[in-house]
């Protein structure tokens, strides 16, 4: 269980005796010996888990032990490397900016020409990218953050108030 990094539910749920052993031998001994196993990230998953009083109607001396699990499917958080987001609304409205922008993709284009040499495709890309995000930074301007909480606030300040 540790080199594959699992848990066993059983062990992780304070039970009376009863709700225990999952095992009774030809003797009449009770014992723990059947695990639900679960990978430690999704331990705080699990909910509860038990043996059923009752295990006549399978036909075996082993108890069916269950496990009650939440299940939440989530996208994972976006890394922590701050993207820039321009404004490209601005290139469309204002022509200085877009003038600008465009002489500054030009300059780092040309310098990219003036280097050639024998790149793979991936390091031309890569120079590429380079050359644009250096040439939306000089020249195309942030967007504004915009505060979720605001966005509410605006709206409810927006609406008469029936009590003035």
Not at 54 to 61: A, M, P
Not at 84 to 109: G, P
Not at 143 to 150: C, N, P, R, S, T
């Amino acid at each position: 269980m540790l080199e594959c990094n699992l848990n066993a539910l059983n062990t992780s749920f304070i039970k009376r005796t009863g709700k225990l052993w999952t095992h009774i031998s030809p003797i009449g001994a009770r014992n723990q010996i059947d695990f639900i196993l679960i990978n430690n990230k999704w331990k705080n998953s699990a909910l509860n888990c038990e043996a059923y009083n009752t295990f006549c109607t399978v036909g075996s001396d082993h108890r069916i032990v269950t496990a009650k699990i939440r299940l939440s499917l989530r996208q994972s958080k976006p890394s922590s490397k701050k993207r820039c987001r321009y404004n490209w609304n601005t290139l469309l409205t204002d022509y200085s900016i877009k003038d600008k922008y465009t002489i500054e993709v030009r300059n780092q284009y040309q310098v990219l020409q003036g280097l050639g040499g024998n790149k793979d495709a991936t390091q031309m890309y890569n120079d590429i990218m380079s050359a644009h995000n250096k040439a939306a930074k000089a020249s195309v301007p942030v967007k504004a953050k915009v505060k979720h909480g605001m966005r509410h606030e605006k709206m409810r300040t927006s609406q008469p108030n029936e009590n003035r």
